[in-house]
């Protein structure tokens, strides 16, 4: 399009403004960004009086801030289980960044560039460029904000109501739709006050609401009139909304990036430490000042958005955890402290906490909520510190201590002698190597329940006899075997989880071995993943069975022809702690495949497979919950999964029992049966023999009579 005199093409940014107005705005403004400034120091030099935290977090900044520029920018993660919430966020975020970005770059025309050149580039096709793109990105942010509306107020989503919702979060959704459409309105009336200048057309949104004015009846004179109410109104609600970001709900603009930059890689993977000189009546979170200025840092960059609260399995089968309400009741208590309320006991069982010790032994440490989360809140840290307190003051539930003792005094929480772990082998036709006594490519870490429940053991029999078909190097401990600790350390029990590491680190060190491979996805994340931090020494690879059974099925040491159990259809539930600890989804499936199977994915699968309810400790606890997580599972799996599922499969020994429970709870001992992937691939193997012998009898010649 060509417009007249083009490179004169521009628009008076302080028209109907006078001198005076635009020092009283300059004033304003200056005390907008002073309070915000001085809100941000406070915030700031808040964390600076926190705890230490015991993981290095500003290690490789340059590189942490080049991967939460991604991960903010891209909006990878709103996406993630919500696309209409990853459009919206999309919309908003860039759409407000790109405003403030040329809010900026037009106060560097005037404040900068034209008082050291005496000239202004926001002209010609600069300025048409620019109105452009503020009108396009600008409309983008205002159709954000209102699916935003809308989500809130039109179909009221449950997750955005709750205990700590309140006047900040309606105020700060309405400022941001008031900034937006306010924008387009006084554009619209300064085009009408201007006379239409046919260059404006590129502003094409404003041009449209100019003309819906024009034909509404507006004149020029009532356009100027109306243009500076607007315009005041417009940048008084801009200024105090600036000043209002580090004391409201804005704050997680600057908090959620930081917060990603200083995001452990590792969170709930691992877990702290507790220092050694650490007094029990120390241990946990005690009071407000056993906060890591990390701690408060995750606080605060909460948005309220309630993904942790949709993807939670505890809430899901109505337990007492909301995972969004326990971070924003600490940040509240937090707060009320810091404003001079008094300090409670942050997490008790009864009386007055900020805490209840029911949600916290409600949770099941499957990492769901730090998943779904946004701005990598690491919500099993904190959880893990109220549970090492209740531990600590001996308030967890008496089958957990139950538990805890069993394994402080036979290494397992069976209760059983350690002599009988190695029973499960007395029914296997060949003898299970002892990894005390020779040399072997793997160590084989058995478990607990493989050893000891009677399910499990046919597990560990399937596995063994894996092993033998494969012609494996392998051993086992034998009676050695203790306890892993992953689930102790959840819990809370870190002195006893510190003497297992002890009691298996010595054992193993007797061996003579290269890798260890574990049944137990939870042993298999703790060796992995906690051992090494534990004891320097501790530097073996680690797999999980799944691992080890893909890369013989790979190599052809099974012979499988993948057709063995062609007539079956099953689902795959992926554990927790191989799944989203640890990032392994292929492995099973592919070993599954291998069988011949037809394998039809549940609805929520991979990193969002729902858990089976025994993590964390649950399979010792007793809750009251509407339906069993492992109920829910299934029927998951029977009337949301397309294909006809016969079979569930799982690779989790404590997957196994959960589900074996669920079957019978939820009386669907009729409909499913629950299968390890070790068992499907017996099964397998057991076909082949049988084809194989029927093909034999088949070829053998008649005797002759």
């Not at 960044?97 to 040329?102: A, C, D, K, V």
């Not at 009139?225 to 315009?231: H, I, K, Q, S, V």
């Not at 399937?462 to 306890?483: C, K, M, N, P, T």
Request: glycine fraction near 8%; proline fraction near 4%; include cysteine.
């Amino acid at each position: 399009m060509d417009f007249a005199a083009q490179a004169d093409v521009t628009r008076e940014t302080f028209w109907t403004i006078s001198p005076v107005g635009e020092a009283l705005f300059y004033g304003l403004a200056a005390i907008a960004s002073l309070v915000f400034l001085y809100g941000v120091y406070e915030r700031f030099a808040r964390y600076a009086r926190g705890g230490e935290d015991p993981f290095d977090r500003l290690s490789d900044l340059p590189g942490r801030t080049v991967r939460a520029a991604k991960v903010v920018f891209s909006n990878e993660k709103q996406f993630k289980r919500d696309r209409f919430a990853g459009v919206m966020h999309a919309f908003i975020m860039w759409g407000f960044l790109t405003l403030l970005i040329g809010t900026t770059i037009l106060a560097i025309d005037i404040d900068v560039w034209r008082r050291v050149t005496g000239s202004s580039f926001f002209v010609g096709d600069f300025y048409l460029s620019y109105s452009f793109v503020m009108d396009l990105m600008g409309l983008l942010f205002v159709v954000g904000v209102g699916m935003a509306l809308w989500r809130r107020y039109g179909v009221r989503h449950p997750r955005l109501w709750g205990k700590h919702t309140g006047f900040e979060d309606a105020a700060f959704v309405w400022t941001l739709f008031l900034l937006g459409v306010g924008g387009y309105v006084l554009e619209g009336i300064r085009i009408v006050g201007t006379e239409f200048p046919e260059f404006e057309t590129v502003s094409f949104v404003g041009y449209f609401v100019a003309l819906v004015f024009d034909a509404g009846g507006m004149s020029q004179g009532l356009a100027q009139t109306l243009y500076w109410f607007g315009w005041w109104s417009h940048a008084l609600l801009a200024l105090a909304f600036v000043a209002a970001v580090p004391y409201a709900k804005p704050l997680h603009m600057l908090t959620s990036f930081a917060n990603i930059v200083t995001a452990d890689e590792k969170a709930g993977t691992r877990l702290p430490k507790v220092p050694a000189d650490t007094p029990p009546d120390e241990i946990g979170y005690v009071s407000e000042d056993d906060f890591s200025w990390k701690a408060m840092l995750d606080m605060d960059a909460c948005t309220k958005c309630g993904r942790c609260t949709d993807a939670c399995p505890a809430k899901a089968s109505g337990r007492n955890l909301d995972p969004r309400d326990v971070i924003l009741d600490l940040k509240t208590y937090r707060e009320s402290v810091d404003a001079g309320g008094d300090s409670i006991d942050i997490v008790a069982d009864g009386g007055t906490s900020v805490v209840d010790a029911e949600s916290m032994e409600s949770c099941m440490a499957c990492m769901a909520c730090m998943d779904a989360c946004p701005v990598d809140i690491e919500h099993l840290t904190h959880f893990t510190e109220m549970n090492r307190r209740l531990t600590e003051t001996g308030q967890q539930q008496e089958p957990v201590q139950e538990a805890m003792m069993n394994i402080f005094q036979n290494g397992n929480a069976f209760g059983d002698p350690q002599r009988k772990r190695p029973d499960w082998t007395d029914d296997l036709d060949f003898e299970v190597p002892d990894a005390r006594d020779e040399s072997v490519e793997f160590l084989w870490y058995v478990g607990d329940y493989p050893s000891y429940d009677e399910r499990n053991r046919a597990v560990a029999r399937s596995l063994a006899r894996i092993f033998e078909e494969a012609g494996v190097s392998y051993g086992i401990l034998y009676e050695d075997e203790q306890h892993d600790g992953n689930d102790v350390r959840r819990v809370g029990e870190e002195g006893l989880y510190e003497m297992l590491v002890e009691d298996n680190v010595a054992a193993m060190a007797d061996c003579d071995f290269d890798k260890i491979v574990c049944t137990d996805p939870h042993s298999y994340n703790t060796f992995k993943n906690e051992y090494p931090e534990m004891d320097d020494s501790f530097d073996y690879p680690v797999y999980h069975y799944t691992q080890l059974v893909e890369r013989l099925v790979g190599d052809d040491r099974l012979g499988l022809a993948g057709d063995e159990l062609a007539a079956q259809t099953v689902t795959y539930h992926d554990p927790c702690h191989l799944g989203r600890y640890n990032g392994e989804y292929e492995a099973p499936r592919e070993v599954i495949r291998a069988t011949g199977v037809e394998l039809a994915e549940m609805p929520r699968n991979r990193d969002q497979s729902f858990c089976c309810g025994g993590g964390g400790g649950g399979l010792w606890m007793d809750h009251e919950e509407e339906s069993k997580p492992s109920e829910e599972r299934l029927r998951e799996a029977l009337d949301d999964t397309t294909g006809g599922v016969e079979r569930f499969v799982v690779a989790c020994p404590m997957c196994a029992t959960m589900y074996e429970d669920g079957r019978k709870t939820g009386s669907y001992e009729d409909d499913i049966d629950i299968v390890d992937i070790s068992e499907l691939v017996v099964e397998a193997l057991d076909a082949k023999a049988a084809a194989t012998a029927d093909a034999g009898a088949d070829t053998t010649p008649a005797s002759a009579d």
